[in-house]
């Protein structure tokens, strides 16, 4: 899976505009972390990076 693929599949979560993806590596498993912020909150979307399946939608704290 691409870094595009993955936003697409963030953005198919959450609608707004994409402002980061890393890949990252969580408990031996490739991840894609995908950040995208909407006019009033900033989410962050966790890919997995072989499957594309979502594992976890989260609303970050932006103070």
Known sequence: M????AKEIALKQI???????ELETD???QV???DVKTPT???EVKIDANT?????VEK???N
């Open 2 to 5: 691409t870094e595009s693929q």
């Open 60 to 62: 970050e704290n932006n």
């Open 15 to 21: 609608q707004g505009t994409v402002v980061k993806v």
């Open 41 to 43: 909150k900033l989410f």
């Open 27 to 29: 408990n031996g498993v």
């Open 32 to 34: 894609y972390e995908v």
């Open 52 to 56: 594309g399946k979502v594992l976890k």
